[in-house]
């Protein structure tokens, strides 16, 4: 069974870089053919899809976030992590880490529980 869990600080100044890493267990983000996701929902708004990386270390990024966003991974750790920078209030939300079938953020099977965000100074 998977399990994805997200860790970093819950306070962020604005300008600073926000790093969140997520820890899986019960399978291994180099598996043929996951794909690792960060998606985030601001207060009162819907999902918004950050970006992934793949099994094969490709990344890809919303366009939208791509100029201040990165992802990496550590295969030993069997970790992934997000690197968003210069962040300001409006990233204020909560994120979460989750698996996806195939690119594309169509087919999320497993979550982590989220965890809240904020930016503020």
């Known amino acids: 069974q998977v399990q994805l869990q997200e860790s970093g600080p819950g306070l962020v100044k604005p300008s600073q870089t926000l790093s969140l890493t997520c820890t899986v267990s019960?399978?291994?983000?180099?598996?043929?053919?996951?794909?690792w996701n960060w998606i985030r929902q601001p207060p009162g708004k819907g999902l918004e899809w950050i970006g992934y990386?793949?099994?094969?270390?490709?990344?890809h990024y919303s366009p939208s976030l791509e100029s201040r966003t990165s992802i990496s991974r550590d295969t030993g750790k069997n970790q992934f992590t997000l690197h968003l920078n210069s962040v300001t209030p409006e990233d204020t939300a909560v994120y979460y880490c989750?698996?996806?079938?195939?690119?594309?953020?169509?087919?999320?099977?497993?979550w982590g529980q989220g965890t809240q965000v904020t930016v503020s100074s």
């Open positions: 019960g399978g291994s983000i180099t598996t043929t053919s996951y794909y």
């Open positions: 989750t698996r996806d079938l195939g690119p594309g953020w169509g087919r999320l099977d497993y």
């Open positions: 990386i793949g099994f094969t270390g490709y990344t």
